[in-house]
């Protein structure tokens, strides 16, 4: 317990560093430029950080974007309610059953749960840096070099492929592909982290593999719905339409 | 143990909060003019831009006039350059929306910085044109974020805020900028430069909310047969998120005084609402939002309905205004080539671009007037106020509107207008010569001879109901 409360914390601090930093950043930006003249001095623009835009679209991201990822991912709603849900069905399921049941049972479930999803999101990082590939779920506009299709087959192949192996265009027009293990190592981490607490009686190969497929399986799914997500929304917004007009005959 | 965990985890989230919040400042308040010279990288091109902030409050009053000041003198210095002829400046107003301010943190900041590089080398490297016209970006910057988290539960106090800087200063500021970019000495709004307005998101609500009030002074100079050249040359609405009621008061306005806009008989439009048919944002959470918001109106009933077909003020209240069907009045339809566009359509050509250096175009659309599926409104909305919805090729969702196809998109109106000098690919392909009418004479209390006329469309006032 006192572990995973520290992990909260160093996470938390490490989000304050972040922030810091960019803010020292963006105050020696403020005070670039001109102090007088109607047109100002030509500079060279400034370099993005951590913005939404950037992060977006920058064809390759230092470390500091991929840190900021990284912090973002840690703590989200998405994060929070995904474990809570996880939680409250073990909970009823009263798995492990060395835990029971109550306030405190359903704080160990949502913890570990919670923890789980930090180990697998840091380890991606760190593995991330190293292999130095992509932890966007898509490639930014202008830098994909997959199989360029509309059909779905095609698209759900790529996006599958995306968890596994980054493709980014050469200078020459051609497409290189490489591997892309981050992600595999984090889901394989949030399998292993598991052990720090299961009962004994869990602490078996087949928990392992099982809790890591399932972190796979959530950077498969993330990655196809990313791919898919336009032509959702897309879909969505043809077929409810709305504000349309009444009968004219109720008019004057 | 458990006063140990319980202090590590109250200092983890003391330190969330202290650092989530964001307090409304001013971003800029010394320097808020730049010029910036880029180099071809693939993502900014080589280019030079000029920005400016001019950032305001909550309640929608200017951190500090200064910033305006600034950047008016960076549009006058631009357009007189010391010791030439006055020169054309292209100036591209923003105002950001929800989540976003005047911070470096911003991502409408980056993305309208690098939209800025894009557009002036799209200017500069098109055609045979004028390849020195500065490139001047208004960044306009108000409190639309509230924690750094973006959480959901910030919407109705920023909509509120939103609401508030519309009508506070912002009015007064623009038509500030846009009488620096286009007074002259025979007339408002008569000069070379161009000056374009984009509003995304809340944005939108903002830039209408303000814009509008410009607007209306104008038209109330207006008389039957007579005619004026409005204050910015293409004002758009991107994926905005104000209610339908807002657009609805100003679309009756020109219904009932039969206001036009065009030259020769082609309409453009002075007021231009798109929303991206992928965009949820505003098909599905905004009425949502609205629905359960407590600054919504009281719903009236109309008896009988009103002009656009509607029994009550709700869809007016729920709705934005590009995503209510009835008060749609334009179309994007796909084309193999201009000739497809009938009369009055808008030709947009889709150009792919390889470090810098327009090529062919990839994708043609035109937009054209819609004809209203039926039960048809009693009135088609046929005024200069054009309402559409954007297919996901220009902006794919609600946010990626910092795109190539979006300049491509504004290119696109400002050369059917007769000013931007078109693509050498685009010229291949048979652009609509557009007759040059001979420029109408001065008026009497000119105090300045009038250069000749650019070829553009006016603001009528038709005299037949």
């Known amino acids: 317990m006192r572990s995973r409360a520290i992990f909260v914390f160093a996470g938390c601090l490490c989000i304050v560093a972040a922030r810091g930093a960019d803010g020292e950043a963006q105050d020696k930006m403020s005070s670039a430029g001109s102090p007088g003249g109607a047109i100002p001095p030509a500079f060279l623009p400034p370099t993005p950080h951590c913005d939404s835009y950037s992060i977006q679209t920058l064809p390759s991201l230092d470390f500091e974007q991929r840190a900021c990822i990284w912090a973002s991912k840690l703590f989200t709603p998405t994060a929070v309610f995904g474990s809570s849900f996880m939680a409250m069905i073990a909970q009823t399921k009263n798995d492990p059953i060395e835990w029971g049941q109550g306030a405190k049972a359903y704080g160990e479930r949502f913890g570990t749960r919670y923890t789980q999803g930090m180990v697998k999101t840091t380890a991606t990082f760190l593995a991330g840096i190293v292999s130095r590939e992509d932890p966007r779920p898509t490639p930014p506009p202008g830098y994909d070099c ?36 981050a992600r595999t190592i984090g889901a394989l981490a949030s399998g292993f982290v598991q052990l720090a607490w299961l009962p004994d009686r869990q602490k078996t190969v087949g928990n392992v593999a099982r809790s890591s497929a399932s972190g796979l399986g959530l950077y498969l799914s993330d990655s196809v719905f990313a791919e898919f997500q336009g032509t959702l929304w897309g879909t969505i917004g043809k077929v409810f339409t709305t504000g349309k007009s009444n009968k004219k005959t109720v008019g004057p | 143990m458990k006063t140990q965990n319980a202090a590590c985890l109250l200092a983890g989230l003391l330190s969330l909060a202290l650092t989530d919040c964001i307090r409304p400042q001013n971003y800029h308040p010394a320097t808020s003019t730049f010029t910036y010279e880029y180099c071809n990288d693939g993502y900014f091109y080589d280019d030079r831009v000029h920005e400016a902030y001019i950032e305001l409050d909550a309640r929608g009053m200017q951190f500090d006039s200064a910033q305006t000041e600034r950047a008016i003198a960076l549009i006058t210095a631009l357009r007189h350059p010391a010791g030439r002829s006055e020169q054309a400046v292209s100036v591209f107003v923003f105002v950001h929306g ?116 410009i607007l209306e002074k104008q038209l109330a100079k207006l008389a039957p047969g007579m005619e004026l050249k409005p204050a910015a040359d293409f004002i758009l609405l991107l994926n905005e998120a104000g209610p339908a009621s807002q657009a609805q008061r100003f679309l009756l306005q020109l219904l009932r005084n039969h206001i036009e806009f065009s030259e020769d008989g082609e309409p453009f439009p002075l007021v231009a609402s798109m929303t991206s048919v992928g965009d949820p944002a505003t098909k599905l959470a905004f009425p949502g939002s609205q629905f359960v918001s407590p600054n919504r109106p009281v719903t009236q009933s109309f008896n009988p309905l009103d002009e656009f077909g509607q029994k009550t003020s709700l869809p007016y209240n729920l709705l934005t205004t590009a995503n209510m069907v009835a008060l749609q009045s334009h179309e994007f339809k796909q084309v193999n080539a201009e000739n497809q566009c009938p009369a009055g359509g808008i030709f947009v050509p889709l150009f792919l671009r390889d470090n810098g250096n327009t090529k062919v175009a990839y994708d043609r659309y035109c937009i054209q007037k819609k004809t209203p599926a039926p039960p048809q409104p009693l009135i088609d909305n046929t005024t200069p106020y054009w309402v559409m919805q954007l297919p996901q090729v220009f902006v794919p969702d609600h946010g990626s509107v910092f795109r190539d196809p979006v300049i491509d998109l504004i290119n696109a109106f400002l050369a059917h207008r007769g000013r931007v000098n078109l693509p050498t690919a685009q010229a291949k392909e048979g652009v609509k010569a557009l007759a040059i009418t001979p420029p109408p004479p001065p008026p009497p209390q000119a105090i300045a001879a009038k250069p000749p006329q650019r070829h553009e469309p006016r603001l009528k006032m038709g005299t037949t109901p």
């Open chain 2, 98 to 213: 929800w989540k976003n301010n005047a911070s470096e943190d911003s991502g409408n900041v980056w993305g309208f910085r690098r939209m800025l590089n894009h557009i002036a080398n799209s200017l500069h490297t098109r055609g045979t044109g004028d390849r020195t016209t500065p490139v001047v970006g208004i960044y306009i910057g108000w409190p639309g974020a509230m924690t750094r988290s973006g959480t959901f539960l910030s919407f109705w106090s920023r909509e509120s805020v939103a609401n508030a800087v519309g009508e506070g200063d912002l009015s007064g500021v623009l038509e500030k900028v846009l009488v620096a970019t286009k007074k002259t000495a025979y007339g408002d709004y008569e000069g070379i430069s161009d000056a374009v307005l984009i509003g995304h998101s809340f944005g939108g609500l903002v830039l209408e909310r303000a814009v509008l009030g």
């Open chain 1, 146 to 181: 997959q199989w360029q299709s509309n059909a779905v087959r095609v698209r759900i192949g790529r996006s599958i492929a995306r968890v596994f192996f980054s493709y980014r265009p050469n200078r020459d027009g051609s497409c290189s592909v490489r591997p892309a293990p």
